[in-house]
């Protein structure tokens, strides 16, 4: 073992020597890119579905006290 010289161009890549890692990497960037798509349309569709809630009493929404009825009922007593 001591007599053994080590030969650094022995570490260097050779072009498309690992096409196996290369394709698993793809496929990961692949995953998380339509991940990051799929949560982008949940976010999209939540916004989309409470903005009348939104435009019409935003900030009631939020510090409305609590009642029975859906149409004056906030969210406060939920956060509290």
Do not use: K
Request: charged share 20%; no cysteine.
């Amino acid at each position: 073992m001591r007599g053994e010289s080590f030969d650094p161009t022995a570490l260097r890549r050779q072009p498309g020597a690992d096409r196996a890692g290369q394709s698993f990497y793809g496929l990961i960037l692949l995953a998380v890119i339509v991940a990051f798509a799929l949560v982008g349309a949940v976010i999209w569709d939540v916004l989309q579905g409470s903005y009348d809630i939104m435009s019409e009493r935003a900030w009631s929404f939020l510090t409305s006290p609590f009642s029975f009825d859906p149409e004056v009922a906030g969210v406060s007593q939920g956060i509290r």
